[in-house]
């Protein structure tokens, strides 16, 4: 499946709000947040020329998220920045004062963290930023988690001290029953997704995502003229498609390709509807964190304006670029792709053989991926590889290079 933008909103500026959150201040206050992380290091931007020589491109280059804050997940950036965002907040009004960062660790900012509980649905990486988020800042969090969400992420969250709560059906059901129970519990909700009159924390869960456009656009050269991106809700996508689209500009932006799962292809159901609709579910798609049938609002609003083409890939397509990216050829760098890591570069592939006229990939195309997830489920991807990810990691370059 491939749709070109066809929305009447498409190259409209940014709704206000949304640019605000996507803008340059609000990834000015992502990177003052990140600063206080002990654990924050740029991560690394690969080349891969012998893959674009084969795809007939100038340049392809890889954002490897599979190091971000020791989480293995571009999701490290959103859930924890919204959680310290949110305690900040309450802490201040309960205080009668300002408070920042650098006041998590402040007794009485404590104190108040310590009677706040945040509550989230994942397919695995997000609870897991959120978990960990609220450990580091002292709040208790509770985490939703559907039948398909594997034994291996549930203990990679709840070993942040989150209580997990396992829901019948799929990852939408989980989001409405931490809705639901939030409501219920007086919780506050840290999810990124977005419905009607719930929209503010997950565009701070967006905002966070800003942080790799950031680091990327340092990191290369010159700027990508394209770049694909995968999409569950839409949050990564409409993170990155926005900041790119205020920072270059629309004359200098790059071309914006969203990928997704054809077993799960919400935001494809958006843009040929027109707005956001709830996708029938079927069988269920290897690529898991990107497993939703339904778009984040606050996510389609963005992708309308700033996405130039929506497209699926199928589950050999993932599956076999984890694969390449393991055992790569021409000298190309080894990476380490989760079953939804690879998806932007699967969809590139499939791009390159079937829609090079309609996007304008050509031997002057310089373009941009990001491997969104490392192995965070080790079993699963020895399983679909044919190798443990720990002897693939032997020689990997070091965390912040540039290869």
Not at 21 to 40: K, Q, S, W
Not at 305 to 324: C, G, K, L, P
Request: with cysteine; net charge negative; hydrophobic share 50%.
């Amino acid at each position: 499946m491939f749709l070109l933008n066809g929305n009447d909103l498409y190259r409209q500026p940014l709704a206000v709000a949304d640019a605000e959150t996507l803008g340059i201040a609000g990834a000015d206050t992502v990177e003052r947040f990140l600063a206080h992380r002990d654990n924050h290091v740029m991560t690394p931007l690969h080349a891969l020329p012998a893959l674009a020589g084969e795809l007939g491109l100038a340049a392809l280059h890889v954002k490897d998220e599979g190091f971000r804050l020791g989480l293995g997940s571009f999701k490290a950036l959103g859930g924890a920045y919204a959680v310290f965002r949110l305690v900040l907040e309450e802490a201040g009004k309960r205080l009668g004062r300002a408070v920042d960062v650098g006041d998590l660790d402040r007794p009485d900012v404590r104190a108040v963290a310590a009677t706040m509980t945040v509550a989230c649905a994942t397919d695995g990486n997000h609870g897991r930023s959120v978990a960990q988020g609220a450990e580091l800042a002292g709040a208790k969090a509770v985490i939703f988690v559907h039948a398909g969400v594997s034994d291996e992420r549930i203990s990679a969250i709840a070993r942040y001290g989150a209580r997990m709560v396992r829901v019948d059906g799929n990852y939408d059901d989980s989001v409405r029953q931490a809705a639901k129970v939030s409501a219920e519990k007086g919780w506050t909700v840290v999810s990124d997704t977005s419905w009607p009159g719930y929209e503010r924390i997950p565009g701070l869960v967006m905002q966070g995502y800003t942080a790799i456009v950031r680091e990327a656009l340092r990191q290369l050269c010159e700027p990508p003229t394209h770049v694909f991106v995968q999409a569950g809700v839409g949050g990564i996508a409409a993170a990155v498609a926005g900041h790119l689209a205020i920072v270059l500009g629309d004359d200098a932006r790059p071309v914006f390709t969203v990928v997704e799962p054809a077993r799960a292809a919400c935001v494809v159901a958006a843009a040929r509807a027109g707005h956001v609709v709830k996708v029938a579910h079927d069988q269920p798609t290897v690529m898991a964190m990107l497993e939703c049938y339904e778009a984040s609002l606050v996510a389609w609003r963005v992708l309308a304006r700033a996405a130039d083409a929506f497209m699926t890939v199928d589950e050999e397509d993932a599956v076999a670029v984890m694969r390449r990216l393991a055992r790569p050829a021409g000298g190309d760098p080894v990476i380490v792709a989760g079953e939804s890591g690879g998806v932007g570069l699967a969809g590139l592939i499939r791009a390159v053989a079937d829609n090079r006229a309609e996007l304008g990939l050509d031997s002057k195309s310089r373009v941009l991926v990001i491997n969104t997830e490392g192995a965070t489920d080790p079993r699963r991807y020895a399983e679909l590889v044919g190798i443990d990810p720990a002897d693939v990691l032997a020689g990997k370059l070091a965390v912040g290079a540039v290869s």
